[in-house]
């Protein structure tokens, strides 16, 4: 998990829990963290020299004092104890490194969360972390950007990210493209006649690369979900969706007590979506492609 909303732990821990919850449901799993927002580059190197490295206080200089710096947790999901585990990651370019360190990770599947940083204001560390979705996406690995994973995602493969002049948050329908309609990820689960999609975003992605297929779009946002290709046009373990599929209502509620979000934002995020059982079937295709 690239782990980038960590200062909010409603949405950070709490949505990396939403999204690790299908996978408990089903088997053992332990959650790797990476927080390149926060890491040194210098700490980058540690990674080159073992691909398993424990991140420590001393690598994340820009940490955000607001969340306490935990380097292991476990959290119990119905009697199965998972553990999320923070680990120093690549902080380079090469997109055939980043791949073998994947690789030596062993890792079954790569997300990257949301964040309150946008694309649209470019920062250093976003290079590394888009290598990262890049060589994971291309490479056969499950992956699913949200949100700013989505941008980045996107980003990553040539398309083009432009800043609004407003947030939008609500929840949207889905128009579904042909090749959206027949997609696993977001009709295998029961949706009824459509697909309903939580947001709070500024940056949009405005162009579709070559190697994906849009998936669909919403009356306020062009490019709202898409699938990865290889270089013949089969379609990848790859996804990019621009709303939250993580934003379950407890979360939600808890991030308004909390401060985190607004009484508009939390009137905005009024009503269901269907982000539990898009996360469902992100889990059901992971451990499909292990076994």
């Keep these: 998990m690239v782990d980038l909303l960590v200062e909010r732990a409603t949405f950070g821990h709490g949505g990396n829990q939403e999204v690790i919850r299908p996978f408990a449901a089903r088997c053992d799993v332990e959650m790797l963290l990476v927080t390149p927002q926060m890491q040194s580059f210098e700490a980058g190197v540690k990674a080159e020299k073992g691909y398993d490295v424990c991140l420590c206080e001393d690598d994340v200089p820009h940490w955000d004092d607001d969340y306490g710096f935990w380097e292991s947790t476990e959290v119990d999901f119905d009697g199965r104890l998972v553990t999320f585990r923070r680990i120093v990651m690549p902080m380079h370019d090469d997109e055939t490194r980043m791949r073998q360190w994947l690789e030596e990770l062993g890792v079954d599947a790569v997300v ?116 990865v290709k290889d270089d013949s046009g089969q379609a990848l373990p790859a996804w990019g969706l621009q709303f939250h599929p993580e934003a379950a209502r407890a979360r939600i509620e808890r991030a308004y007590e909390w401060g985190h979000i607004t009484e508009e934002e939390l009137a905005a995020f009024k009503g269901e979506h269907d982000g539990a059982g898009i996360l469902n079937s992100f889990a059901a295709i992971v451990l499909e492609n292990t076994v």
């Design 112 to 227: 990257c969360s949301g964040s309150r940083r946008n694309v649209s204001i470019w920062e250093d560390w976003m290079g590394p972390a888009e290598t990262m979705l890049k060589a994971a996406a291309l490479s056969g690995t499950p992956t699913l950007g949200i949100c700013f994973g989505h941008q980045l995602l996107c980003h990553a493969l040539g398309a083009d990210i432009e800043r609004a002049d407003s947030l939008s948050s609500g929840i949207w329908d889905l128009d579904l493209t042909a090749d959206g309609g027949e997609d696993e990820l977001l009709t295998s689960h029961e949706c009824g006649t459509s697909i309903a999609g939580l947001f709070t975003h500024q940056d949009h992605v405005t162009t579709v690369p070559d190697c994906c297929t849009l998936l669909g779009h919403t009356s306020h946002n062009v490019v709202t979900a898409v699938r």
